[in-house]
């Protein structure tokens, strides 16, 4: 079955590797299987492994991602309409939003580095989302030794984007 399972002596990791599925991972930590919460799980790795198999297919994610990326240009569009910004201006900031969520998903952010920092420095209500992308972008664009020292921690990890992707714009 396409099940992986590692271990580290501290915690049991069950990673799943269906075909055409996303991904996912079970851990089950030793004191979970001492009290046997995680004895089950355990069990199903070799009598039942396709009860790991996830319901939700790549194809659905990727699916429900361009729709609501969709969503995102077309109130973006919406929005523009009565401002300056320009269909390339508008393509180029959903380019730069699709970057960062690949780069969290493929290594090249932390896991969850862009999505944490925007969940847990903007306003509840998004009023100040935009300064904070800014502020990434401009991050990203800035090699780390020019960066300045006392910038946010979670924007000091972010690396470095060579390339013109977060260059401002004229």
């Known amino acids: 079955p396409p099940l992986l399972i590692t271990s580290d002596t501290q915690v ?7 075909t055409n599925t996303v991904k996912q991972k079970q851990v089950v930590t030793l004191a979970e299987l001492a009290d046997g919460r995680g004895l089950e799980l355990l069990r199903r790795v070799f009598y039942d ?7 939700e297919t790549q194809e659905q994610v990727t699916r429900a991602t361009a729709e609501d990326f969709v969503e995102v240009a077309n109130r973006l569009r919406a ?5 300056e910004l320009s269909s390339e201006k508008l393509a180029h900031f959903i380019v730069r939003l699709l970057f960062c969520l690949f780069a969290e998903d493929t290594g090249i952010f932390d896991r969850h580095a862009f999505t944490y920092y925007l969940e847990n420095r903007t306003a509840p209500d998004g009023s ?3 300064i904070h992308l800014a502020r990434m972008f401009e991050v990203l664009n800035t090699p780390r030794e020019h960066r ?7 924007l000091a990890d972010l690396p470095y984007v060579n390339g013109e992707l977060f260059a401002e714009q004229r």
């Open 12 to 18: 049991i990791v069950i990673h799943t590797n269906f």
């Open 49 to 55: 492994p396709e009860s790991f198999k996830p319901t």
């Open 79 to 83: 929005y523009q309409s009565g401002s």
């Open 128 to 130: 100040d989302l935009g």
């Open 148 to 154: 300045q020292a006392n910038l946010d921690e979670l």
